[in-house]
């Protein structure tokens, strides 16, 4: 009887120990599972039109300042594992969206080219690149180091305004605050996108539903994480 009670015990055990590593594992992991259709829909049509980069932008600047916040008040592990792996996801789709519409501009080019018999001429797209600091084409670069270069810049400043105030309670507060906030106003590119575009064509409903409600249940957990001790 005894035996049989130890064994139970242990497969109770092994049990709760395997929930705990797919709930964690769903936690890290889940909020890059709706993106799953949006990147494979844009890489099979090979149109980007329909999904706004600045969702990356959004969910770009909303972990790193929950990283950064962290610093100044503990939260769990593995919402720290879940802002790591939101922020290759969104630099992954800025990889795609960004290949995808230098290869449509260019194709645009060549049509037009073809057109007007101008085949003597070199095809040429105009570059716009993060260095030139033109606002009118923020975040519409056309090569993807530039959308590195502009993370890296705000990452550096971000962690160095955070470095000089982080004894300031009102500060680390504000910039969970504003994390919070960013991941909570997700959906307003999109809904941009979709009104500029008098369309919901190529947006996927998973990337615009689901992702949203991660987002607010993680920054709920942030914000009642009790503070390192």
């Known amino acids: 009887m005894i035996m049989e009670d130890e064994v139970f015990d242990q497969i109770v055990s092994v049990f709760n120990s395997?929930?705990?590593?797919?709930?964690?594992?769903?936690?890290?992991?889940?909020?890059?599972?709706?993106?799953?259709?949006?990147?494979?829909?844009?890489?099979?049509?090979?149109?980007?039109?329909?999904?706004s980069t600045y969702v990356c932008l959004v969910l770009l600047v909303a972990n790193i300042l929950r990283?950064?916040?962290?610093?100044?008040?503990?939260?769990?592990t593995l919402l720290l594992m879940q802002s790591i792996v939101m922020i290759a996801t969104m630099l992954i789709?800025?990889?795609?969206?960004?290949?995808?519409?230098?290869?449509?501009?260019?194709?645009?080019?060549?049509?037009?080219?073809?057109?007007?018999?101008?085949?003597?001429?070199?095809?040429?797209?105009?570059?716009?690149?993060?260095?030139?600091?033109?606002?009118?084409?923020?975040?519409?670069?056309?090569h993807f180091a530039d959308y590195v270069q502009c993370v890296v810049a705000f990452t550096l400043v971000a962690a160095y305004v955070t470095y000089l105030l982080l004894?300031?309670?009102?500060?680390?507060?504000?910039?969970g605050f504003l994390a919070v906030f960013s991941?909570?106003?997700?959906?307003?590119?999109?809904?941009?996108?979709?009104?500029?575009?008098?369309?919901?064509e190529g947006m996927s409903l998973s990337a615009a539903n689901p992702a949203s409600l991660r987002h607010s249940s993680g920054g709920a957990l942030m914000c009642r994480t009790p503070p390192h001790q």
């Not at 890059?32 to 990147?39: D, E, G, N």
């Not at 990283?67 to 769990?76: A, D, N, V």
């Not at 004894?167 to 910039?175: A, H, I, N, W």
């Open 18 to 51: 395997l929930v705990s590593w797919v709930a964690a594992g769903a936690m890290v992991f889940g909020g890059l599972v709706p993106y799953i259709p949006q990147y494979r829909d844009i890489r099979r049509t090979q149109n980007a039109e329909g999904f």
């Open 67 to 76: 990283i950064l916040f962290r610093f100044g008040r503990y939260f769990e």
């Open 93 to 142: 789709m800025l990889n795609l969206c960004t290949s995808v519409r230098m290869a449509s501009e260019l194709n645009t080019k060549r049509r037009s080219f073809i057109a007007t018999d101008s085949k003597d001429e070199e095809i040429r797209i105009p570059k716009r690149i993060f260095l030139d600091f033109d606002w009118n084409h923020f975040w519409s670069w056309s």
């Open 167 to 175: 004894d300031s309670v009102l500060f680390v507060e504000t910039l």
């Open 183 to 200: 991941e909570a106003m997700l959906g307003t590119p999109q809904l941009h996108c979709n009104y500029q575009n008098k369309s919901t």
